[in-house]
Protein backbone atom coordinates (compact mmCIF):
# COMPACT_ATOMS: atom_id res chain seq x y z
CA UNK A 1 0.00 0.00 0.00
CA UNK A 2 1.47 3.40 -1.03
CA UNK A 3 0.40 6.55 1.00
CA UNK A 4 0.36 9.84 -0.52
CA UNK A 5 0.62 13.24 1.51
CA UNK A 6 -0.07 16.45 -0.51
CA UNK A 7 1.30 19.77 0.67
CA UNK A 8 1.65 23.68 -0.43
CA UNK A 9 -2.22 24.51 -0.86
CA UNK A 10 -3.35 27.77 0.67
CA UNK A 11 -4.95 31.34 -0.45
CA UNK A 12 -3.80 33.07 -3.12
CA UNK A 13 -4.45 36.23 -5.37
CA UNK A 14 -5.87 35.64 -8.91
CA UNK A 15 -2.56 36.01 -10.77
CA UNK A 16 -0.37 34.49 -7.92
CA UNK A 17 1.09 31.01 -8.16
CA UNK A 18 1.66 28.04 -5.78
CA UNK A 19 3.54 24.85 -5.94
CA UNK A 20 1.69 21.83 -4.86
CA UNK A 21 3.85 18.26 -3.49
CA UNK A 22 2.62 15.29 -3.32
CA UNK A 23 5.28 12.68 -1.60
CA UNK A 24 4.60 9.28 -1.93
CA UNK A 25 5.52 6.03 0.13
CA UNK A 26 6.23 4.30 -2.49
CA UNK A 27 7.15 3.10 -5.92
CA UNK A 28 4.74 4.50 -8.34
CA UNK A 29 3.77 4.60 -12.08
CA UNK A 30 1.61 7.17 -13.55
CA UNK A 31 0.94 10.37 -11.12
CA UNK A 32 -1.53 12.51 -11.40
CA UNK A 33 -3.70 15.71 -10.02
CA UNK A 34 -7.46 15.56 -9.96
CA UNK A 35 -9.34 18.57 -8.58
CA UNK A 36 -13.17 18.76 -6.69
CA UNK A 37 -15.74 21.44 -6.23
CA UNK A 38 -18.41 20.56 -3.52
CA UNK A 39 -21.22 18.55 -5.28
CA UNK A 40 -18.91 18.53 -8.39
CA UNK A 41 -17.45 15.10 -9.73
CA UNK A 42 -13.70 15.10 -9.54
CA UNK A 43 -12.02 15.95 -12.72
CA UNK A 44 -8.38 15.20 -13.93
CA UNK A 45 -6.11 18.64 -14.08
CA UNK A 46 -2.49 16.59 -14.76
CA UNK A 47 -0.76 13.88 -15.13
CA UNK A 48 2.65 12.24 -15.89
CA UNK A 49 4.05 8.74 -16.59
CA UNK A 50 6.84 6.96 -14.95
CA UNK A 51 9.87 8.43 -15.88
CA UNK A 52 8.45 11.90 -16.53
CA UNK A 53 9.14 11.57 -20.23
CA UNK A 54 5.31 12.36 -20.92
CA UNK A 55 3.10 14.81 -19.19
CA UNK A 56 -0.59 15.48 -19.82
CA UNK A 57 -2.86 18.24 -19.23
CA UNK A 58 -6.78 19.33 -19.33
CA UNK A 59 -7.59 21.69 -21.66
CA UNK A 60 -8.32 24.59 -19.14
CA UNK A 61 -4.81 24.41 -16.85
CA UNK A 62 -2.54 24.22 -20.50
CA UNK A 63 0.32 26.69 -20.46
CA UNK A 64 -0.69 27.81 -16.63
CA UNK A 65 0.01 24.41 -14.79
CA UNK A 66 3.45 22.35 -14.99
CA UNK A 67 3.84 18.88 -13.38
CA UNK A 68 6.90 17.06 -12.42
CA UNK A 69 8.57 14.76 -10.63
CA UNK A 70 11.77 13.49 -8.96
CA UNK A 71 11.64 9.95 -8.72
CA UNK A 72 14.60 9.76 -6.22
CA UNK A 73 12.29 11.46 -3.76
CA UNK A 74 8.95 10.19 -4.61
CA UNK A 75 7.57 12.69 -5.18
CA UNK A 76 5.27 14.92 -8.05
CA UNK A 77 5.33 18.42 -8.30
CA UNK A 78 2.19 21.31 -9.84
CA UNK A 79 3.68 23.98 -10.53
CA UNK A 80 0.27 26.58 -10.74
CA UNK A 81 1.11 30.16 -12.35
CA UNK A 82 -1.63 32.64 -13.47
CA UNK A 83 -4.56 31.56 -11.31
CA UNK A 84 -7.73 32.31 -11.84
CA UNK A 85 -10.62 32.11 -9.53
CA UNK A 86 -12.51 29.02 -11.01
CA UNK A 87 -9.14 27.03 -9.81
CA UNK A 88 -10.07 27.34 -6.58
CA UNK A 89 -10.97 23.84 -5.26
CA UNK A 90 -9.56 20.61 -3.24
CA UNK A 91 -6.37 19.22 -5.12
CA UNK A 92 -5.72 15.52 -5.02
CA UNK A 93 -2.16 13.73 -5.83
CA UNK A 94 -3.51 10.37 -7.40
CA UNK A 95 -1.06 7.26 -8.44
CA UNK A 96 -1.23 4.15 -10.35
CA UNK A 97 0.33 0.84 -9.56
CA UNK A 98 0.33 -0.33 -12.73
CA UNK A 99 1.32 1.87 -15.82
CA UNK A 100 -2.01 2.87 -17.77
CA UNK A 101 -2.13 4.96 -21.09
CA UNK A 102 -5.68 6.87 -19.56
CA UNK A 103 -4.52 8.94 -17.44
CA UNK A 104 -7.86 10.97 -16.96
CA UNK A 105 -9.98 8.23 -15.47
CA UNK A 106 -9.86 8.40 -11.61
CA UNK A 107 -11.07 4.34 -11.37
CA UNK A 108 -7.65 3.48 -12.59
CA UNK A 109 -5.53 5.18 -10.07
CA UNK A 110 -4.82 3.18 -7.31
CA UNK A 111 -4.16 5.44 -4.35
CA UNK A 112 -5.11 8.90 -3.64
CA UNK A 113 -4.25 11.30 -1.12
CA UNK A 114 -6.09 13.26 1.39
CA UNK A 115 -6.62 16.84 -0.84
CA UNK A 116 -5.07 20.03 -0.14
CA UNK A 117 -7.55 23.44 -0.36
CA UNK A 118 -6.50 25.82 -3.15
CA UNK A 119 -8.26 29.38 -2.77
CA UNK A 120 -8.05 32.22 -5.33
CA UNK A 121 -9.34 35.48 -4.32
CA UNK A 122 -9.06 38.49 -3.70
Known amino acids: QVQLVESGGGLVQPGGSLRLSCAAS?????MGWFRQAPGKEREFVAAIDWNGGSTYYADSVKGRLTISRDNAKNTVYLQMNRLKPEDTDIYYC??????????????????WGQGTQVTVSS
Open 94 to 111: AAQSVPTSAVETTALYDY
Open 26 to 30: GRTFT
